[in-house]
């Protein structure tokens, strides 16, 4: 009966740590591994055995798998590879004490320690334990690299309650809690040299002053940095001269690559050739990296005719035939009555009518008049100014649209770029679309070509900002104002990285996904980031040309040859008004001497 209770128990925690199949090391005979292979099928897991650790090549990263250690005379542990006590293997050891080969295996270890009890044990313990009031503990074996082992109480089963999990959460925060272990960060020294910076590399690392130079090798480092401050361990900085070429031996890739350091201080991007050998723990993107062009100025020409949309403009005008209405009425003089209309209309255009009414209806109409045209000028003002102010801004805001655009494209010449981007067809239908449109064979360019022809205004150079801003100096300040940037690759491209299959990347990663989840790694990013330089010309408006105010002008000029026709009609009409009186006037007059003659 303790066998069958046993082995109910093993079930239930494998089941529990989601395993279908087993892989029991242990050198039984052959009955006895038969009679064990039909018990665990009766809780539906399929069961293999090994007297070595042979079995377990197969397994490893195909799936999660169970392993079953049953402790004897002859210890196999010390015979299995450090990697197969990753969280990809679930290991269960039975016995009463953890074997002296686990004191070396993996920190990231998954393994629980199940004691048997037999039932002299039962008897010796306590004389009237039944059967069902037996449990077995259940310990969590943790293993730090410099401390050893540490067996705490995980939890517990019996044939009444089941498996009784107990300290699962204690765990968790057990394994993200290193002891001030020391991790080594390999770091590239990037442009750093004590002839061009007066202080440490750990100083010129966290001088946010001088942004533009090594925001890749500040954000890996920082990261790195905060995942092992996350982790309560110790920093080590191993400078590298190099950060992927595998050529020179003092390189980040190489120290991640063997193992000789557990992180890198600078983001590399995703390629296919690092994939065997690095694992990826956090995606940080500290610059864009995409198309800058000089957008040209489009034409404003509805700028002043329509700063409010036409229900707005509606609205004003009722508003304006109803307050002229009541200037009409309250108003006491036939003087302010015959000029109620125009001092209506002067009023809001913000000029002096000089007809303020006598009556207190009347004042208190040219009063509410006058509030209502100070609001209504200062939106009309308001919208006027930021039509200025977004003028010149507007262009080719997407890849597909940059494809329809009379702009001509050219890129910086990188690795990533050639084999990742445009050498290569890509799942990506914009870039793709972009590519057909504008790829010619002077596509590569020199970076202080490419800014040139920026300046020229005739073509969208691709390259990271980084590269491009210090180069930013040498533009006016009219063409910093019409900078535009398309983004080509995504963030989710750079990330922290560290040994590949290495015993710390799971842990890793949970650090890496806290920095997202608090907002740390998006403050990093903001500190990191650059910005561009200010447009001194943006601070107020766009300068006003002919093209805004054409439209203006010719209504104006329509508006003042309707005036001279006007006062041509008015003269005219004057003009023979005066001479029909006269003429009036003339057949009016009688001679007194005729009759007087007749």
């Known amino acids: 009966m303790p066998a069958i209770m046993l082995i109910q128990a093993i079930a239930e925690l494998f089941k529990f740590k989601c395993i279908g199949s087993l892989i029991v090391l242990t050198c039984w005979p052959a009955v006895d591994r038969i009679k064990l292979a039909r018990e665990l099928f009766k809780h539906d897991l399929t069961v293999s055995f090994s007297c070595g650790p042979k079995s377990l090549e197969g397994a490893y990263k195909s799936q999660v798998q169970g392993v079953l250690y049953i402790s004897s005379s ?144 500040r954000s890996g480092y920082s990261s790195s940095a905060l995942i092992i401050e996350m982790l309560n361990a110790t920093e080590i900085i191993v400078p590298t001269m190099l950060w992927s070429t595998e050529v020179n031996n003092s390189s980040m890739m190489l120290e991640l690559k063997y193992g000789s350091s557990e992180l890198g201080g600078g983001v590399l991007r995703m390629m296919p050739e690092r994939f065997a050998k690095l694992d990826y723990v956090i995606p940080i993107w500290p610059f864009h990296v995409g198309f800058t062009y000089l957008a040209e100025r489009e034409s404003s020409s509805n700028m002043f005719l329509e700063p409010f949309t036409p229900t707005v403009w509606w609205c004003c005008l009722c508003l304006l035939l109803i307050l002229a209405l009541a200037q009409r009425v309250t108003a006491k003089t036939p003087m302010e009555k015959e000029g109620a209309y125009l001092a209506t209309l002067a009023t809001y255009l913000q000029q002096d009518a000089s007809a303020v009414p006598e009556g207190i209806s009347g004042r208190w109409t040219f009063l509410v008049l006058s509030v209502s045209a100070m609001l209504i000028h200062a939106y009309y003002t308001s919208a006027i100014v930021s039509a200025l102010v977004s003028a010149g801004r507007s262009g080719p805001d997407s890849l597909r649209s940059l494809g329809d655009s009379k702009y001509s494209i050219a890129s910086e010449d990188y690795d990533y770029m050639r084999y990742l981007m445009f050498d290569v067809e890509t799942n990506r239908e914009d870039l793709e679309y972009l590519k057909k449109k504008k790829l010619t064979s002077k596509f590569y360019q020199d970076i202080h070509k490419g800014v040139r022809l920026i300046q020229e205004g005739q073509i969208a150079y691709h390259t990271e900002y980084n590269q491009l801003y210090p180069h930013l100096k040498t533009f006016t300040d009219d063409q910093l104002c019409k900078l535009q940037y398309v983004d080509t690759i995504p963030e989710i491209l750079a990330w922290v990285t560290t040994t590949k299959h290495g015993q710390w990347t799971d842990v890793f990663r949970i650090a890496g996904a806290w920095l997202h989840e608090t907002g740390l790694a998006k403050r990093l990013m903001y500190r990191l980031r650059i910005k561009p330089p200010p447009c001194r010309a943006a601070l107020l408006a766009e300068r006003v040309n002919i093209d805004d105010i054409t439209p203006v002008l010719i209504l104006t000029l329509t508006g003042v040859a309707v005036s001279i026709l006007l006062l041509g009609i008015e003269i005219s009409f004057e003009k023979w008004m005066s001479r029909k009186t006269s003429t009036s006037s003339s057949v009016g007059l009688i001679d007194p001497t005729k009759d007087f003659l007749d």
């Not at 074997?99 to 313990?125: C, F, G, H, M, W």
């Not at 059967?131 to 019996?158: A, F, K």
Request: aromatic share 12%; net charge neutral.
């Open 74 to 217: 002859v210890d196999q542990l010390h015979k299995v590879k450090p990697k197969y006590f990753s969280n990809w293997y679930k290991w269960v050891v039975v016995g009463e004490c953890v074997p002296d080969a686990v004191k070396t295996v993996r920190y990231d270890a998954d393994i629980l320690l199940l004691k048997p009890s037999t039932i002299e044990t039962i008897k010796q313990n306590a004389v009237d334990l039944t059967l069902n009031e037996v449990t077995y503990y259940i310990e969590d074996v943790y293993i730090h690299p410099r401390d050893g082992i540490y067996l705490h109480l995980w939890g517990s089963w019996n044939l009444v309650n089941g498996l009784q999990i107990l300290h699962e959460t204690e765990r968790i925060i057990r394994r993200q809690n290193l002891k001030k272990y020391p991790l080594k960060i390999a770091t590239p020294l990037g442009s750093y040299s004590l002839d061009s910076y007066n202080g440490t590399f750990l100083e010129y690392l966290m001088d946010m002053s001088i942004r533009e130079r090594d925001s890749g090798v």
